[in-house]
């Protein structure tokens, strides 16, 4: 009986000590390819530490905080900016673009990586919005051209 026992446990450690080396070599094995491409992330680096959530929650939670800015501005007339979708695109958009949609968009890579559709940009743009400077005189003239009325509208 005795006999047997000692050749159990020698025998469960045996096994032990292989598992464990089976281990090790697993984990300096080169990490194979995903089956899908992980999206590209892109993120404005003057702005990566301003972010209004922590990433965690922006990853899980980011379209609940978009729909409850989306009901608090249209359905209570409150503007904040905190949530907001120009917000995220100032941030993510892809800065050789201006874009987050696109083959390399923030936004595009992600959800079609969650295989999820984007519905926002049929109404918002998807891009940066571009700084007017009054010293610029083609950016005065496009200033005058935007504030004036037009043709036809009644006062």
């Known amino acids: 009986m005795k006999r047997n026992m000692k050749q159990f ?14 281990a090790a070599a697993h984990a300096t094995e080169p990490k194979k390819p995903a089956r899908v ?10 702005k990566a530490e301003k972010c209004v959530e922590p990433t965690d929650v922006m990853r899980r939670d980011h379209m609940k905080f ?19 979708l120009k ?5 993510h958009a892809d800065p050789k673009t201006g874009s987050v949609l ?7 890579t992600c959800h079609q990586y969650a295989a999820v559709t984007i519905d ?34 009644k006062p």
């Not at 025998?11 to 032990?16: E, R, V």
């Not at 696109?102 to 595009?108: I, L, Y």
């Open 120 to 153: 926002c940009f049929s109404c918002h743009t998807d891009k940066t919005e571009k700084r007017v400077s009054a010293n610029e005189p083609a950016s005065l003239e496009r200033l005058v051209r935007l504030s004036a009325p037009a043709a036809g509208a």
């Open 37 to 46: 491409p992980v999206p590209a992330i892109s993120v404005n680096k003057d």
């Open 9 to 22: 446990v020698v025998g469960g450690l045996a096994a032990l000590l292989a598992l464990g080396g089976l």
């Open 87 to 91: 917000n995220c695109v100032e941030c």
């Open 66 to 84: 978009i729909q409850h800015q989306r009901d608090e501005t249209m359905h209570k007339g409150i503007r904040t900016s905190k949530h907001s």
């Open 102 to 108: 696109g083959k390399d968009g923030f936004c595009a």
